[in-house]
């Protein structure tokens, strides 16, 4: 197998430290000092990457600032091609990548490869679907407003941004790289990656195959570091046009930082799953378990509350009780289905929202068991509003179960959430499933399934909390565009066909 840092990759590696990508080359920085990842699994460091300085930032700006211009002048067809390119090395390379994922977020193996399978499908469909999109144009015509005539002709199209800041976050730090980069640069922008510490590893691998397509030097950065140097330099430096983040409180913190730049921000969630007394119970345990326990509830959109019917609550309780004893506890590389979380301190966090739990009489369906950042699935029933776990999203596999008495009440429960992600409804009733969806203040409603966000071309977006605007690929294109008119002035009014 591929090993990390070999091979094609062998140049991004200095001695013991990943380097930085800037101006077309790995470097290593100037600060001479380096930032530690740790492997969840072992609990010590497993890489190294550069501590990069304010001034290398600056210079990562003045190049992406010169390189966005020529780019804006290479035609559309060209950047999809090499956007396609991309694609395939990603896919082509797709072991190393992987192994980064297993030694530096615990990510099963098996997930780990079909999250880089899916980033390179992304990005193609990202190439065509930019091709169609931004290739088409508007013309209006003056005579539809009272009081004109038929002279003026205003064209309007979408232009670039300028220089684009992507900041993914730890538990996809390739795919929601690549759903910021793709769209980025398809639309003839510059891009700045700034990747979350856990994570870095397995990004520097991806844009070093954005690299061995043949981009443009100085269009692509990718810089590393502790986020007190350079994370507000980053996003307050006034050479960024946009910035698109995904993560969770540091994000309301960026947008009263920022400048007038539009913000696509996707900020965690505590997805609802709500269900009904006529649901199929089969279907809705495996969802729960799924929903909340895969890659050990580190997803935004991973089901954070069960709102169930009190009448049908013991069946499907038990239903997911014996589906979690099934589940594989263990270290990613054996593909477990449970792997330690990210951090010591996620895992403290994930704690105390249990022993906060069982003080206020919270029902145990496990024992509550921890070794190190791994933590055994839990399900906690019995939960009651003045529990912090009916509210905080632990980011873990423990998951809350309230038994509610109406639908209503489990309608009142999701509204109240700070957050709005997504939320999910099981019922036969298409009826009901409707009106409950319209109900819930969430950015997606999933009728009978768990949430989730992909396929990748689908709207993804977040109400209150959850974030700022709409990602999707589509959405993701036309965010990191403005609108540009020209106005033709006819001397006297034309029509035709007249």
């Not at 001479?32 to 990562?60: D, F, L, M």
């Not at 029933?381 to 632990?394: L, N, Q, S």
């Amino acid at each position: 197998m591929a090993l990390a840092g070999t091979g094609v990759f062998a140049e991004i590696l200095d001695g013991e430290v990943y380097r930085y990508y800037a101006d077309g080359e790995w470097r290593s920085s100037a600060s001479g000092k380096s930032v530690a990842i740790v492997n969840p699994t072992t609990r010590k460091t497993q890489y190294r990457v550069q501590a990069c300085t304010q001034e290398e930032v600056n210079k990562v700006m003045d190049a992406a600032k010169v390189a966005q211009k020529a780019w804006a002048r290479t035609p559309l067809w060209k950047r999809a091609e090499l956007l396609h390119k991309a694609a395939a090395i990603l896919k082509e390379h797709k072991a190393p990548i992987a192994e980064c994922l297993v030694k530096e977020i615990a990510k099963p193996a098996k997930d780990a490869v079909s999250e880089v399978v899916r980033s390179g499908d992304l990005v193609s469909y990202t190439a065509e679907e930019g091709v169609r999109i931004l290739g088409e144009g508007k013309l209006l015509v003056s005579d539809s407003f009272p009081g004109n005539e038929r002279n003026k002709y205003c064209l309007s199209s979408k232009i670039p941004l300028g220089v684009v800041l992507a900041i993914p976050p730890f538990n996809y730090p390739v795919n929601l790289a690549v759903s910021k980069i793709g769209p980025a640069l398809i639309a003839g922008n510059a891009l700045v990656l700034k990747p979350p510490t856990q994570g870095a590893v397995a990004a520097l691998h991806m844009v070093h195959c954005f690299h061995l397509a043949g981009f443009p030097k100085g269009l692509i950065s990718c810089v590393t570091g502790k986020g007190s140097e350079i994370g507000d330099f980053l996003t307050m430096h006034p050479g960024v046009n946009c910035i698109s983040f995904t993560g969770g409180d540091t994000g309301i913190a960026i947008s009263k930082k920022a400048g007038m730049v539009p913000l696509q921000m996707e900020l965690g969630g505590k997805d609802a799953c709500i269900v009904l007394e006529d649901a199929d119970l089969d279907l809705v345990a495996g969802n729960i378990v799924k929903g909340g326990f895969s890659y050990s509830g580190q997803r935004c959109t991973a089901v954070k509350v069960v709102l169930i019917m009190e009448s049908i609550a013991d069946a499907v309780v038990q239903k997911v009780n014996a589906k979690l004893a099934k589940l594989k506890v263990g270290p990613p590389e054996d593909d477990s289905d449970i792997t330690p979380v990210v951090t010591e301190s996620s895992a403290n966090f994930i704690e105390g929202l249990v022993m906060d739990a069982k003080e206020k009489g919270a029902t145990f369906c496990q024992e509550y068991r921890r070794e190190g950042n791994l933590i055994w699935p839990l399900l906690l029933d019995h939960v009651r509003p003045d529990m912090r776990i009916a509210w905080e999203e632990p980011f873990g596999p423990v998951l809350p179960v309230i038994r509610i008495n109406s639908v209503e009440e489990g309608i009142h429960h999701c509204n109240a959430s700070n957050f709005g992600l997504q939320g999910c409804i099981f019922t036969r009733d298409i009826n009901k499933a409707i009106l409950i969806s319209d109900a819930m203040e969430t950015g997606t409603v999933q009728i009978n399934s768990a949430p989730a966000r992909g396929p990748d071309h689908f709207p993804f977006q977040g109400l209150k909390d959850s974030g700022i605007g709409s990602q999707g690929i589509t959405n993701s294109i036309n965010m990191m565009t403005k609108v540009k008119s020209t106005v033709i002035n006819l001397p006297s009014p034309s029509y035709t066909m007249g």
